[in-house]
Structures are given as C-alpha cells and as structure tokens.
T-cell receptor, first 110, second 115 residues
Framework: RKEVEQDPGPFNVPEGATVAFNCTYSNSASQSFFWYRQDCRKEPKLLMSVYSSGNEDGRFTAQLNRASQYISLLIRDSKLSDSATYLC???????????FGTGTRLLVSP | EPEVTQTPSHQVTQMGQEVILRCVPISNHLYFYWYRQILGQKVEFLVSFYNNEISEKSEIFDDQFSVERPDGSNFTLKIRSTKLEDSAMYFCASNDLTGIGNTIYFGEGSWLTVV
C-alpha cells in the first residue's frame, strides 16, 4: 500500500451538492491527519486537522477510521469557490515531515 | 496574519547553473522546511531544519542541494548544478509546534524552470 493514496478525480458536481473524498494511509502508527486545499499553482493551505474520530467545521466534515486506515472529507452545499484540489496529508515521522497524497480534484459547476 | 514569504516567485535558469531560493519564515517559528512539487505531481518533502542544522532529509535532497540560515530571518535552498528534472515549484514552510496541532504554514512558492 502507498503511504497515502487518493482518487485523483476529477469530481464534477453542481453547486449545492454534497461530495465526499476518501484517502487511505499505510502507517498505522499515525496519530494526526490533515486535509489541505490547493488551488492551481498555489501553495497548500490547511483545511482541517483530524486527531480522533473526526472533526467538523461548517460545511466540512472529516472522519477517521483507524481500523481501516482511511480518512474521509465531506463537503456539504458545495460552492463554486470549493473548486480546488484536496490533499490528504499524513505525518511521515521525524521532525514534522508531511507525506502528501496526489490530491483529489473537485470541480463545482453552476 | 503573519506569512511565509519566498523570492523569487519565478526563476528561469540554464542547466548546470546554481540557483538560490530564498524564504523568510514566520518570525517566531523554529522549524523550517522545503518541499517541492513537480508540475502535475504530488508535494514532496525535501528537508527540515531546526536549531541551525538539518533534522531530516529525503532521498531527493542529495549533494546538489543545501540549506542555510545565514541570518536571523532568511532560510535559503541552494541547488548547486541544476538539472532539467529540478524544474518544479519549491515551497518553503515553517511552524513553531505551539500552534493548532502541527500546523505548518507554506509560502506561495518559487517556480523554478531549468532549460
């Protein structure tokens, strides 16, 4: 299994839709997980951190399933501005090294 | 909001030339990083730096790469003899480990094109 694996998409959804992305990770010892958002040719920006079973922030919900080693991100009521690539990120051990997935591209259309 | 700043935003260089990418991390941060992203690929860790020394580096970070903190504010990545495959976006990042979780703040990146 790859360190971090994501479906590259793209996911094409209309405004207002609910969309979910999954991510699997290989290191069962990982304690914290992150979802970053990356716009085209821009830097990754932290969207959510996940430390226990899950985390919710407005329209965004992240869930963690340690037994199956996957993390999910749910976006409700999609906005045009949600169009971006969503990166699943897992600490790689050592001094804060982050291991990034390839990202899942989301396109929200009017 | 404090931010990580990087210069140049874009640099074109000839193969074999030396390149220095500069970064100013957030002022009270203690841990500094370089990541790179080849066009269309994932973000990859290069190196982490703490207490004026490299704390971890990846296989990518070979002898052609070096990092330095020449003064109290700048953090640089030097690529000694650039190759075509070094063309990528290079992101500098920093954190202090006292923020929310392990939040790492990224700069806007430096696009390096090797021709």
């Amino acid at each position: 299994r790859k360190e971090v694996e994501q479906d590259p998409g793209p996911f094409n959804v209309p405004e207002g839709a609910t969309v979910a992305f999954n991510c699997t990770y290989s290191n069962s010892a990982s304690q914290s997980f992150f979802w970053y958002r990356q716009d085209c040719r821009k830097e990754p920006k932290l969207l959510m951190s996940v430390y226990s079973s899950g985390n919710e922030d407005g329209r965004f919900t992240a869930q963690l399933n340690r037994a199956s080693q996957y993390i999910s991100l749910l976006i409700r009521d999609s906005k045009l501005s949600d169009s971006a690539t969503y990166l699943c990120v897992v600490p790689g051990g050592g001094f804060q090294k982050l291991v990034f997935g390839t990202g899942t591209r989301l396109l929200v259309s009017p | 909001e404090p931010e990580v700043t990087q210069t140049p935003s874009h640099q074109v260089t000839q193969m074999g030339q030396e390149v220095i990418l500069r970064c100013v991390p957030i002022s009270n941060h203690l841990y500094f990083y370089w990541y790179r992203q080849i066009l269309g690929q994932k973000v990859e860790f290069l190196v982490s730096f703490y207490n004026n020394e490299i704390s971890e580096k990846s296989e990518i970070f070979d002898d052609q790469f070096s990092v330095e903190r020449p003064d109290g504010s700048n953090f640089t990545l030097k690529i000694r003899s650039t190759k075509l495959e070094d063309s990528a976006m290079y992101f500098c990042a920093s954190n202090d480990l006292t923020g929310i979780g392990n939040t790492i703040y990224f700069g806007e990146g430096s696009w390096l094109t090797v021709v």
